[in-house]
């Protein structure tokens, strides 16, 4: 695998249900994010990890709950969703959080919740 | 706060035209601005990134322009190719890689 992968890629849910995104990234970076995308509204990003330390999260709801147990994983665990959170949620990675670094981005995961 | 607007949202042109889409941001202290390419359904791919001490980035047929002053960045697409068809995107690093994105120019180059 190369570069930042995303499982799964697909994900329908129902709002009483407990599930998790997995992402993993292979270029040895050590910062990771988390991104909703929903249609017709720009990117917005929900938490910033570096070091596997969480330093930004950017008011989003308790229901969402990010997880990074290593420089090189980072999980987002979903409970008592709404239909309002179905949305692309992307992974994105950093060499770190100096501001020349380049994001790379995950393939997304396409979550409905019913 | 930091607003992005792409102009236009879409844009449909026929194989073999130069195109330009245009990117502009409220606040003029930025880091970098980066250009993504995404298809239907797809994360996103880096296409150019120009740091804000410089003024324009090339890539093959891509070339990215950045006025920082004015809050202003253009993409230039040479030669469009029907594969050039996707959503294209632009965010600005506003530090501590906190991008701000845009909504999008979703393009469509026919044959």
Redesign the interface.
């Known amino acids: 695998e190369t570069g930042?992968t995303?499982t799964p890629r697909h994900l329908v849910m129902g709002m009483t249900n407990k599930k998790s995104l997995k992402c993993e990234q292979h270029l040895g970076h050590n910062?990771m994010?988390w991104y909703k995308q929903s249609a017709?509204?720009?990117?917005e990003?929900m938490f910033?990890y570096s070091l596997e330390e969480r330093?930004?999260n950017n008011s989003v709801p308790s229901r969402f709950s990010p997880e990074c147990p290593n420089s090189s994983h980072l999980f987002l665990h979903l409970h008592t969703l709404q239909p309002e959170d179905s949305a692309?949620y992307?992974c994105?990675s950093?060499q770190d959080?100096?501001?020349?670094?380049?994001?790379?981005?995950?393939?997304?995961t396409?979550l409905t919740v019913l | 706060k930091q607003e992005?607007t792409q102009i236009p949202a879409a844009l449909s042109v026929p194989e073999g035209e130069n195109l330009v889409l245009n990117c502009s941001f409220t606040d003029s202290a930025i880091?970098?601005l980066?250009w993504?390419r995404q298809d239907p359904?797809?994360?996103?791919?880096?296409l150019l990134?120009i740091?804000s001490s410089q003024r324009e980035q090339t890539s093959g047929r891509l070339n990215a322009s950045l006025d920082k002053s004015s809050g202003r960045s253009t993409l230039y697409i040479a030669a469009s190719q029907p594969g050039d068809s996707a959503t294209y995107?632009c965010?600005v690093?506003t530090?501590?890689?906190?991008?701000?994105?845009?909504?999008?120019t979703r393009l469509l180059v026919s044959p």
């Open positions: 930042v995303q910062a994010y017709k509204k720009p990117l990003l910033v330093v930004e692309l992307l994105a950093s959080r100096a501001s020349i670094s380049e994001q790379f981005f995950g393939p997304g396409r | 992005v880091y970098n980066q993504f359904g797809k994360g996103l791919t880096s990134l740091q995107l965010a690093n530090g501590f890689q906190k991008l701000v994105f845009g909504t999008g």
